[in-house]
């Protein structure tokens, strides 16, 4: 069995859940990192010196990154149903792209803006700085939005491995109490994807864990 070492509102680690979900894949999740502790222990820095989550144990191979776990649960299903086979290497180059796109320029600047409104023990934040938080995040998200206008999803005309990262990152800026221009095009295929199945198991999880 697949195990995953991260708590589950990390956004990083909501990637991987939503994953094996599409996967169909039975795993065993072990709460680390924020209120949990447990990343500068002597074991799990044997497993991922970066002491950050998620890290993942697939027999005796330990594999951390979020993305990089994506891509190999996706390589190694049979089945290709997050990774057509067919894919050409432009619509393979395209999907890495908006991947990394997902994880750097985007999932930053949106991390920023959470920190502010979520983060245990954060000092109290005015009403100008998180609109101004919420200003600098909402473009990013307009760039998203422009792309889905030709494209039904991230990665073109099916569901793939692209829409899991950005899909994370929509789930949590529509999540947030802050304001936020119409992007249509976002909003339709958000609807989407949070209508399969799999994603039902990410809607249930809170935007952070209850204080200890």
């Known amino acids: 069995m697949l195990r995953i070492w991260g708590r589950r509102t990390s956004s990083n680690v909501q990637k991987v859940l939503w994953a094996c979900e599409e996967l169909g894949l039975r795993y065993e999740r072990m709460d680390v990192g924020g209120p949990f502790g447990g990343l500068d222990t002597p074991a799990y820095r044997a497993m991922n ?9 697939d027999g005796d191979f330990v594999l951390w990154e979020s993305h990089a776990i994506l891509r190999y649960l996706a390589a190694r ?96 800026w529509l999540s947030l109490s802050v304001a936020r221009p119409q992007l249509p095009a976002l909003e339709d295929w958000y ?16 935007l952070s864990e209850p204080r200890r």
């Open 191 to 206: 609807s989407r994807i949070s209508s399969r199945p799999a994603f039902h198991a990410i809607r249930a999880i809170p």
């Open 49 to 57: 010196p970066n002491g950050l989550i998620p890290t993942i144990q």
């Open 77 to 172: 299903d049979q089945d290709f149903r997050l990774l057509p086979p067919d894919l050409s290497l432009r619509e393979r180059a395209r999907i890495d792209q908006w991947m990394d796109w997902a994880m750097v320029a985007l999932g930053l600047s949106l991390r920023n803006l959470f920190m502010i409104l979520h983060r245990p023990g954060a000092p109290t934040t005015g009403p100008t700085e998180i609109a101004s938080a919420a200003n600098q995040t909402a473009p990013l998200f307009a760039i998203l939005d422009q792309h889905l206008r030709a494209s039904a999803y991230v990665g073109g005309s099916m569901f793939t491995l692209a829409d899991i990262p950005c899909g994370i990152s929509a789930h949590r």
